[in-house]
């Protein structure tokens, strides 16, 4: 079943190149405390056991690199997704060293695994210590990540 | 089968090992389940009566919905000589299991959330210190 019209589903690909490198991560990192046990393919979910980290889609910009454009475009995508790492649950106790730790990890691994295939992280946001996540009911902290690919649309 | 009951049915395991012979300060003589605060009855004392509250959903994704269940645990004692500590130690004994239970895959949280004032009854000669919870779980939508 295609999920998209059209050839390309580059926003949910390059979502699902970070979750790749997460569950990399999970498996690279097993011996570290503080460690994250679980990766979710999405910020809503009522079933997410800890410590965790979800991954989620924001927004995408591109921009026109061809230089005969607009006849034969191609473009550049940037996908900017949210990494969040889930300390504990709603109301209780809000971690920020455990947080900051576990923000580390994925930033130290994400900054040795920037490219795979098509897709490499173009730039890092900022981390944030501190959040409540009503989609999860959960806190923790959160950093995003603006994934970039070049596609070269055939024309109709 | 029911996830909720099952939650509820593994609270009520783990209070019943409130045993001195396990290292805590009470030996307790029953443990049940009510739906009403206004029903709650126990022949045998020390006891623990575990008393359902509204539940909330609070998230949903695609195959489950999560849900806080709010329990009220009124810890019951009767013994008039040395009663306030006692029931003290009692008390803590139950924050004790609470904050070390495991409830099953279901359950993602146990929540001690604050514990009322102590109400003595004349008429069944106890004292009872009501001590909340919050329980977090999930259920799938295919079945409760």
Do not use: W
């Not at chain 1, 920037?114 to 950093?143: C, H, M, P, W």
């Amino acid at each position: 079943m295609a999920y998209v019209h059209g050839t390309y589903q580059v926003i949910e690909d390059a979502k699902d190149f970070i979750v790749g490198l997460m569950n990399d991560l999970k498996t690279a990192m097993s011996a570290v405390t503080p460690k994250i046990s679980y990766v979710y393919t999405g910020h809503n979910n009522a079933a997410m056991e800890l410590n965790a980290a979800s991954v989620d889609i924001i927004s995408v910009s591109k921009t026109d690199e061809g230089s005969d454009a607009p006849i034969a475009p191609v473009m550049s995508y940037y996908i900017t997704l949210s990494i969040r790492v889930h300390v504990n649950y709603l109301g209780r106790y809000n971690d920020g060293i455990e947080t900051a730790r576990l923000i580390n990890s994925v930033d130290n691994y994400l900054s040795t695994h920037l490219k795979s295939g098509q897709y490499r992280i173009y730039n890092f946001g900022d981390a944030v210590n501190f959040q409540t996540f009503e989609e999860s009911q959960t806190v923790g902290g959160e950093l995003f990540v603006v994934v970039h690919r070049v596609i070269d649309h055939t024309q109709a | 089968m029911s996830t909720k009951k099952t939650i509820l049915d593994n609270l009520e395991t783990a209070l019943r090992a409130i045993k001195k012979s396990g290292g805590y300060n009470t030996d307790i003589a029953d443990v049940k389940q009510f739906g009403l605060a206004m029903d709650v009855q126990m022949e045998n004392k020390p006891a623990v009566a575990i008393v359902e509250m509204p539940e909330r959903a609070v998230a949903e994704d695609d195959t489950n919905i999560q849900f806080v269940m709010p329990i009220s645990l009124v810890a019951i004692m009767t013994d008039r000589s040395g009663l306030r500590d006692k029931i003290t130690l009692f008390v803590d004994d139950i924050k004790k299991v609470v904050c070390a239970a495991s409830l099953g895959d279901n359950c993602l949280d146990i929540n001690l959330t604050g514990l009322g004032d102590m109400a003595y009854t004349s008429t069944e000669g106890d004292a009872r210190v009501p001590i909340m919870v919050d329980i977090r779980y999930y259920a799938a939508k295919a079945g409760f």
